[in-house]
């Protein structure tokens, strides 16, 4: 009886991944460009209009993914449309397949260059740290050229295989497709309005931004309220990005706390950066794909830890 019960299960085990490989095999480049558009422009129309093609073409390209797959993707309303939860683990998939089959396709081409190798950040990169990180690559790799670019989510670039390693200021996820390694640790500025009446010390302490409006950056913050003490936490809001924070500071209307990096990368006329006491420094993390998506990413792994260790 046992006996015919595994038969039975490994039986029932055998169809399913024949089911899997049958509907993993009818499924398209061209469903996961579909895939991919409307889980980044968030309508069907936005979408067709994205990939040159008609709103119903689109629609039906949709349904015969979701029925090859047997999972609904995509949740579709009169208002509105989101990825389910399936579709939202697809779509990120989807960016880095069609990524690589696109720099794969690339590299084939006739005259084609080496493809540059994609450094992703959301806020200051490595700092000062970052030029001379860049021209010691570009003396000892010349035949491989960086291109490094602000990301609001430089984390999901590199899932989505949009970017080959980027630099963090927050901890990185436990994605087992990931792999990370600390750098360095910065630390923590304070930026006040040039005209503040802390403008002029040498030195700023949590306590004494206890009373202060803090304006936080929704898409690169190192700090929240709780950096402070349940008993001086100040009151915080949000703005969406770094020009928004610098141009909330100079104006008066708030604080702001961040790193060392930011000061170097983002100097403003209206705003002065003063060392935070008090505070923990913020740690910076390099992170990049388990099976690598360029063949340098090594290497630059590497060098930028040398560059540090020096």
Not at 73 to 83: D, I, K, P, S
Not at 85 to 98: D, S, V
Request: charge should be neutral; include cysteine.
């Amino acid at each position: 009886m046992a006996t015919t019960l595994r038969r039975s299960g490994a039986h029932s085990e055998m169809l399913f991944r024949q089911h899997l490989c049958s509907a993993v095999m009818n499924v398209e480049l061209r469903h996961l460009r579909a895939l991919v558009a409307i889980g980044d422009e968030g309508t069907i129309t936005g979408a067709a209009l994205a990939l040159h093609m008609s709103q119903p073409a689109l629609s039906r390209t949709l349904e015969q993914l979701e029925s090859r797959l047997g999972t609904r993707l995509v949740e579709r309303t009169t208002r509105r449309l989101t990825l389910t939860e399936p579709g939202r683990r697809l779509w990120e998939q989807a960016h880095r397949i069609l990524n690589q089959v696109d720099t794969a396709l690339a590299e084939v081409a006739p005259g084609t260059q080496p493809r540059s190798i994609r450094v992703a950040f959301a806020w200051s990169a490595l700092g000062s740290h970052t030029v001379p990180l860049l021209r010691a690559w570009r003396d000892s790799h010349p035949e491989t050229p960086v291109h490094v670019r602000r990301v609001d989510d430089p984390e999901a670039a590199v899932r989505r295989g949009e970017a080959d390693v980027a630099f963090l200021r927050t901890d990185p996820t436990l994605d087992p497709s990931l792999l990370s390694c600390s750098l360095i640790h910065e630390q923590r500025m304070v930026a006040v309005p040039e005209e503040h009446p802390l403008a002029q010390r040498s030195a700023v302490r949590l306590a004494d931004l206890a009373g202060q409006p803090v304006v936080l950056c929704s898409t690169a913050s190192t700090a929240g309220a709780d950096l402070w003490p349940d008993d001086q936490r100040p009151l915080t809001f949000q703005v969406p990005g770094v020009d928004e924070w610098l141009t909330t500071i100079a104006t008066g209307e708030a604080v702001g706390v961040t790193s060392a990096g930011t000061s170097y990368n983002h100097p403003h006329p209206g705003v002065r950066y003063l060392p935070l006491s008090g505070a923990a420094p913020v740690t910076v993390y390099l992170v990049w794909p388990r099976s690598p998506s360029h063949p340098a990413t090594d290497a630059l792994r590497r060098l930028v830890q040398q560059q540090l260790e020096s």
